[in-house]
């Protein structure tokens, strides 16, 4: 199963893999920035497993792990790096030693810098896909930071851009960017950045999905009784709360349509945003091998059909697919 990302033409499997878990746990302002359980060996293992099931597509972060992320797919890859397409981010300082992730950093020497040190760490001369990982800046600034990043393409350092922000109109302003040929925004079953993605459609840009899986709720393994160690960044959920308490019955509800066929509920999940637009590409995050073999399986189904579309949309009690 194939997609093009967004105008660049660069073609990637219609599912990707997020790279984020795997860095490990980091800390931002004395809170968790990232996951505990982590095996590096297992890690690349994971990485290796989706590429001979068919993902080529795998986004990371400079700031993912203090920079660990990156390491891990630059040791991953060696040797096959022509096999993969690889996206990364920027926008944030870090200490490696330290495992710290500190305050916003963008200026046009800070990206072309960390440009530099995200091709060494993942051991490529060339980035496919360069993403701004700030929300929201001054639409001035966001100016000219578009033009930094046109000039790293001139250069050879990336192949395309992007920005990760659920605002349209922060992803406008990208959007009139020659090279910009992605927007990444946070989509589930349950919903998410409707505008951001209109606006991925109406410009032919990708739209690179993080939380599909609602981290790791649509898989269906948790209850209300579900807690997480303190420094996970899941701590902070609280299962007896309203608002995750009807996520779990949405869940609930929902199940069924998902698992048919012979899905896992994540497989269901994933195909359910296959189905809402051509231009979603889901990134699912991942600690192990099991896990990216399930998310895999689901390019085997593709996207669910319209007769399961509807069926969710009123088990979910709305007029569309939202």
Avoid at 148 to 168: C, F, H, M, Q
Wanted: proline share 4%; glycine share 10%.
């Amino acid at each position: 199963m194939k997609r093009t990302l967004g105008r660049s033409g660069i073609e990637v499997s219609g599912l990707g893999l997020g790279c984020w878990a795997i860095g490990g746990l980091v800390w931002q302002d004395h809170r968790p920035f990232g996951t505990t359980g982590t095996d590096d060996c297992e890690s690349i293992r994971a990485l290796r497993r989706g590429l001979d099931l068919g993902i080529n597509f795998f986004d990371t972060s400079n700031s993912y792990g203090a920079g660990h992320s990156e390491k891990l797919i630059g040791k991953a890859f060696e040797g096959r790096r022509d096999e993969v397409v690889i996206a990364t981010k920027f926008g944030l300082s870090f200490d490696e030693a330290a495992r710290t992730v500190g305050p916003e950093r963008y200026d046009p020497d800070s990206i072309r810098s960390d440009c530099e040190a995200s091709l060494r760490r993942m051991k490529t001369t060339v980035i496919d896909l360069y993403q701004f990982h700030i929300k929201r800046c001054d639409p001035l600034e966001a100016v000219d930071i578009r033009e930094v990043l046109e000039g790293l393409v001139d250069a050879g350092k990336i192949r395309a851009y992007g920005w990760s922000t659920n605002l349209p109109e922060c992803a406008t302003i990208f959007a009139e960017g020659a090279r910009c040929t992605a927007i990444q925004l946070h989509f589930s079953v349950f919903g998410g950045a409707e505008a951001a993605l209109a606006l991925c459609e109406k410009h032919d840009l990708a739209g690179i999905v993080r939380g599909p899986l609602q981290k790791g709720l649509l898989t269906g393994k948790f209850t209300a009784e579900t807690t997480f160690p303190p420094d996970d960044i899941r701590h902070s959920w609280n299962m007896k709360e309203t608002s995750q308490a009807e996520l779990l019955a949405k869940m609930e509800a929902i199940r069924d349509v998902l698992s048919s066929r012979g899905r896992t509920p994540a497989q269901g999940s994933l195909c359910w945003l296959w189905a809402k637009s051509p231009v979603m590409i889901p990134i699912p995050g991942f600690k192990t091998v099991a896990q990216v073999e399930d998310n895999a399986g689901a390019m085997s189904f593709g996207p669910l059909n319209d007769d399961e579309m509807t069926e969710i949309d009123a088990l979910l009690e709305r007029t569309e697919s939202a």
